[in-house]
């Protein structure tokens, strides 16, 4: 967990320790209250302040607390030969596993060491003023609780939620929380309301705190993260003892989910099954967010289950023929007696076979396969560091290269984040970028840098940047820093200026605000003239403007007819860019006339003079169109998702190469994109998503949970043959539940909020769009490599396999050994994932279509590869084995006694076989079919190093390694030969590559990914971490059916009344009998049974549209909505529940309940006719 983590958990310890009872008891608001309160804004907040509280004054009585006072005392609780040679296989076996165990260790620790590093602000060097027993006090940010007041002042990051007490000219940008650029001006009668996680940007002021930890804005953010159910299980183990008061918390935490809408609910936990206080403990552990295995797992979870498989079989098949046939050979044919003093000697003999089969399992099994993983993982999560990648979590980064969409933020990723003058229109010129200071006239220039310096507020600056290489840090008004910006582009340095005329010897300032869309300063200048400079919206300004300056920088008049030319080709052009057109001008009062009446505001801004019209907007980082280029070669739609204008959005998105002129795709805001997803009772529909998203390029003006919904939508679709592999990025807090949502969530390292990156699986470090295209080829490249590992291990397996099986059964011996085996499965598999999994990523990488969830890891051409090779490999082997001895003029090793010495023949084999895995793991380096397998291999150092390093030890074992490795000492001769047939896997593999694979009709592919539905339910159930998109959505379908079938079970009673009784009011009273009620549930278990054949098979669909829509018969409640999650009604399906086990849903739509769903059911997936005969039918026609 990262700092904002530990901050709520703080937080909560501190909010906690109060007296639970305090809530509803001695305080005279309770924490819904607030909690409501929070969540409203501007007017509707204050309109509430009003009605309940009086003012902010009467909430600080109920909390008791004074604007000087705090409330109470706080007491903050404290977190608290064979016996001399035996150990050598089982040493080496633990050795290999401790190595594993080790690296993937050392990995995560230097990992996490990175993650907190790049967290220099650490929650307890963050603190905060406040004021307590009327003394101004600084305080770490997780001492503060409900009811101080604290002081804000210009630059501070809020901690906690609080309302305003006292403002002067307060700015927040709240940017971070609901992606709106614009300044929020904070003031006691329009909006006093403070929110967590948004900064001061002017002003100061004091609030009084309402909510703090996770009941702040920020902390409900988290909540939706996960990261509020796993404080709350740290709260529940503190306080066991407390159950009816932790009972209290899980309906609080249910009513704050409900609260939410969308992401929320997909994140509220259901009710357990008897619709009871079932343990607590299980619904938090329901509630945890839930993981889906990613790609590459799932795909090599599959493959190893299917090897193990293969390997237990040979295994199993081995120990018998070796029983059977030492036992028939022995008792059979030779006809020998069972002596008791020889029955150690049989079970030497039953135990050697045991070995051998084990040894067959430990061959087919890839021990190395984790390792291969593992290293190719950390390998390239230390490489993307350097591309400015931190990656938290690894599968992250292999999930990358499958990526198949790409949901950014505009400001901040694919722009800079800066508001900056890109074109002006000075002295008649149109400027498409800044132009020199040269070519400005020297009285023009003038006017612009005092006009610009004054006439800016002076709370607005631009300071050098924090870390060395950084951009300037702009401070104040984003609008005006832009302009400052503009004079520091001229080369003009504006605080010459404002040290010159100092704030205070300002004559007269007209602020800005919305009714004049204008600020105005006025000096007096020493020889008794005013002079005034204006600045604003271009269409306001230039309508008072009577004169221009022309291009030799004198005035000249300005008619209507001048402005609407401007306004045509300056100002609508700029416009359509997506810029924001500033106008600025002045007018001097000459010395000898009566002064002005300040006050006619009027009067003072009119007939001005004007300087420039500059268009200004947060500029396209200039790697970034190239990026997305790549981006679209590689197969990933990049979408923009922004709470910027449409405008705005659509022309950066054109800049950057998302929009194409002539191309038919949407870009919508947020409000049309909810109006198209949800049906008439405002439910998300996925089909409804599923029109949408395809096209969608840009969302503007989205919410937080618009970009929610749209990851999970897009996530969730079935549309497209494969499931899409979505990316986000985003920076601001309220990013943080699609960043949690997403396959891969990137968070920004310089400008992202620790919300984001808490939630965020890879932190970019530059805040730079080009660095996502790095991870996609090192994710890629990740996957290559394993793939490349894998085609070199299932060769060595396929072939020790069958020569350990093969000659068991043969010769009643293994011709390799134990510890050779784990020579050459353990160690050189381990050398040779090293050697194979750092092969650096290259450009074409790029130029391919992401692979897919169902693109299996070995492709046919793989398969031909490994087939092939093997088949020579077998072919030197059985020859060495069955006629070694005789080319070599040597003694043969077959049929050795139980103890025997190592042999020169075995030995040859066992070299020889090492040797052509040495040379095929230089085959191995290409895997879609390429005949250079040499190319690029002297840039990887590595691999080479780990060939020659491998070649130098196996000739130290076989002339070294005596006993323990069970080999004898080789002649020149015999090590050429080895060699010599080595390499003949070099010659082969050029051989093999020649035949096309599509000839070969019979290969298969192997390591497909898992699908939805062959993950079995018992997995599901148990392992809480893993779990598919749809079952939570599929659960909550079950209970909505219930609900449906128990109330047609309660109309059926009601109609079988009517049939039998001769009055309604007899009717009613009278109770159902017994064989009724049987008759009831036989007719709806006939309903239930064919509703779901009727989904199930289209062509037997049969009407229970008629019947659900007869007049006199209408499955509805006096109110048309009902609930799918209330008390009530979870506790009267209990029954049904317990009584029948619930039938998978038809559902195919995942996002069946969104926000809220009703009872009905669909007209066009319903619109049968019940089959005549049955008991629906009968019901129907007498009725």
């Known amino acids: 967990m990262g700092d904002m983590a530990n901050n709520s958990v703080l937080y909560s310890g501190v909010k906690n320790s109060l007296k639970e009872a305090n809530h509803d008891g001695d305080f005279g608001i309770t924490l819904a209250e607030l909690r409501v309160l929070m969540d409203l804004r501007s007017t509707d907040a204050l309109r509430k302040i009003q009605e309940s509280y009086g003012d902010v004054y009467g909430i600080c009585t109920r909390l008791k607390t004074s604007p000087n006072e705090v409330c109470g005392e706080v007491s ?214 839930k993981k889906e295995k990613s790609v590459l797992q799932g795909k090599l979870t599959k493959l190893a289950v299917q090897i193990g498989k293969a390997g237990l079989l040979m295994s199993a098949i081995t120990v018998i023929i070796l029983v059977l046939y030492f036992v028939i050979d022995t008792f059979w044919v030779q006809k020998r007696q069972w002596l008791a003093e020889c029955t150690p000697i049989y079970i030497q003999y039953f135990v050697k076979f045991f070995i051998i089969g084990v040894t067959v399992l430990v061959v087919a099994v890839p021990e190395g396969l984790p390792l291969a993983v593992t290293i190719s993982l950390a390998y390239s999560v230390k490489k993307m560091m350097k591309d400015n990648n931190l990656v938290r979590h690894l599968d992250a980064c292999e999930t990358m290269g499958n990526a198949t969409a790409i949901c950014s933020d505009k400001t901040g990723t694919l722009t800079m984040n800066r508001m900056t003058v890109v074109q002006a229109y000075i002295n008649e010129k149109h400027y498409k970028k800044v132009p020199e200071p040269e070519a400005i006239p020297p009285n023009i220039l003038s006017y612009l840098v005092t006009g610009i310096s004054v006439n800016c507020a002076y709370t607005s ?195 950057c190469g998302i929009l194409h002129p002539g191309e038919d795709f949407l870009c919508i805001e947020g409000k049309d994109f909810n109006r198209r997803i949800r049906n008439e009772k405002g439910e998300i529909e996925q089909e409804r998503i599923d029109k949408i998203w395809p096209k969608l390029r840009v969302l503007a003006r989205s919410s937080p949970t618009d970009k929610h919904t749209l990851v999970k939508g897009i996530i969730d679709s079935t549309v497209s043959d494969q499931r899409q592999v979505v990316a986000v990025t985003g920076d601001g807090t309220n990013d943080g539940p699609a960043l949690k949502k997403a396959d891969v969530g990137f968070a920004m390292g310089i400008a992202g909020t620790d919300v984001a990156k808490e939630a965020s699986d890879i932190i970019l470090t530059d805040d730079n769009f080009t660095s996502i295209v790095k991870a996609v080829m090192w994710g890629r490249n990740v996957y290559d490599s394993i793939s490349k590992f894998l085609q070199f291990q299932l060769t060595v397996n396929v072939v020790a396999v069958i020569v350990a099986f093969t000659g068991a059964c043969i010769t009643q011996d293994s011709p390799l050994k134990a510890v050779q085996m784990l020579w050459v499965n353990l160690i050189m598999d381990t050398l040779a994932s090293l050697a194979l999994a750092t092969e650096p990523p290259t450009e074409s990488l790029l130029l391919r279509k992401p692979y897919g969830r169902n693109k299996p890891l070995i492709s046919r051409t793989m398969m031909k590869n490994i087939l092939g090779h093997a088949f020579y490999q077998l072919v030197v082997v059985f020859t060495l084995l069955f006629a070694g001895e005789k080319f070599f003029d040597i003694d043969s090793g077959r049929n050795a006694p139980l103890h025997a010495p190592p042999s020169e023949h075995y030995t040859i084999v066992f070299n020889t076989f090492v040797l052509m895995q040495l040379f095929n793991e230089i085959n191995a380096r290409k895997i879609h079919g390429e005949r250079n397998v040499f190319e690029g291999i002297f840039n990887n150092i590595i691999f080479c190093t780990i060939v020659l390093g491998t070649f130098v030890v196996q000739i130290i074992i076989v002339q070294f390694g005596g006993k323990p490795f069970s080999c004898s000492e080789l002649s020149i001769e015999q090590w050429l030969w080895s060699v010599f047939l080595g390499m003949g896997t070099l010659l082969w593999g050029q051989l093999i590559s020649t035949i096309p694979t599509s000839r070969l009709k019979f290969l298969k592919e192997a390591g497909h990914g898992t699908q939805k539905e062959e993950i079995p339910e018992e997995e599901l159930a148990e392992d809480v971490e893993e779990i598919d998109h749809a079952e939570r959505e599929l659960r909550r379908g079950q209970i909505l059916w219930f609900r449906g079938l128990n109330r047609i079970q309660t109309q059926m009673d009601v109609v079988n009344a009517f049939q039998s009784g001769s009055s309604i009011q007899g009717a009613l009273r009278r109770q159902p009998s017994i064989a009724s009620q049987h008759h009831d549930i036989r007719v709806v278990n006939a309903f239930r049974s064919s509703l779901y054949e009727g989904l199930e098979k289209p062509e037997s669909r049969s009407s229970i549209h008629n019947f659900m829509t007869h007049p006199e018969f209408r499955i509805e409640d006096s109110e048309p909505h009902i609930p799918l999650i209330d008390d009530t009604d979870a506790e009267d399906d209990a029954p049904t529940k317990r009584n029948s086990s619930p039938p998978p849903s038809p559902n195919k739509n995942n996002n069946a309940v969104d926000s809220g769903i009703y009872l009905t059911i669909e007209m066009n997936k319903s619109a049968t006719s019940s089959s005549p005969g049955s008991p629906l039918h009968s019901l129907e026609t007498s009725l």
Request: aromatic share 4%.
């Open 76 to 289: 903050v609780g404290e977190e608290e030969g064979e016996g001399e040679t035996g150990w050598i296989e089982g040493a080496a076996i633990l050795l290999s596993v401790v190595c594993v165990v080790l690296v993937t260790a050392f990995n995560d620790w230097s990992k996490e060491k990175q993650f907190r590093g790049l967290q220099s602000r650490i929650e307890q060097e963050q603190k905060f003023t406040v004021i307590r027993g009327g003394q101004v006090i600084q305080i770490p940010v997780a001492d503060i609780i409900v009811g101080d007041i604290a002081q804000v002042k210009y630059g501070d990051l809020l901690p906690a939620d609080g309302i305003l007490i006292q403002g002067n000219d307060l700015k927040i940008d709240e940017s971070s929380l609901t992606g709106e650029s614009d300044h929020v001006r904070k003031s006691l009668d329009k909006d006093p309301l403070l929110l967590s996680g948004t900064h001061v940007m002017e002003g100061s002021g004091r609030m009084v705190v309402t909510a703090v930890g996770i009941n702040s804005q920020t902390g409900i953010i988290f909540t939706l993260l996960g990261a509020g159910s796993e404080e709350e299980e740290k709260k529940d183990e503190k306080k066991k003892e407390k159950k009816n008061k932790k009972q209290d918390g899980a309906i609080e935490n249910r009513n704050k989910a409900k609260a939410q809408d969308g992401a929320a609910m997909e994140m509220q936990p259901l009710k357990s099954e008897d619709g009871g206080d079932g343990d607590e403990k299980d619904k938090k552990k329901s509630n945890l967010p």
């Open 461 to 655: 600056k631009i300071l050098p940047p924090e870390k060395e290489g950084g951009l300037p840090r702009h401070v104040g008004n984003k609008t005006e820093c832009a302009l400052l910006g503009f004079l520091l582009d001229l080369k003009r340095d504006y605080q010459d200026v404002r040290n010159e005329i100092p704030e205070e010897s300002l004559y007269k300032v007209y602020t800005f605000n919305s009714v004049r869309k204008s600020m105005s300063t006025v000096l007096k200048n020493s020889d008794g003239s005013y002079r005034i400079f204006s600045k604003g919206a271009s269409e306001i300004i230039l309508k008072k403007c009577f004169k221009i300056l022309s291009a030799n920088g004198e005035a000249k008049v300005f008619r209507p007819r001048d402005r609407d030319d401007i306004i045509k080709t300056v100002i609508e052009p700029m416009a359509s860019e997506g810029l924001r057109t500033i106008c600025l001008a002045f007018r001097d009062f000459p010395a000898g006339e009566p002064e002005p009446d300040w006050d006619n505001e009027n009067d003072i801004v009119t007939g001005l003079t004007c300087i420039a019209v500059v268009g200004i907007e947060d500029p396209v980082r200039p790697e970034v169109p190239d990026a997305i280029k790549k981006c679209q070669k590689a197969g990933i739609t990049v979408r923009m998702v922004t709470g910027d204008n449409i405008n705005t959005a659509r022309a950066i998105a054109s800049k």
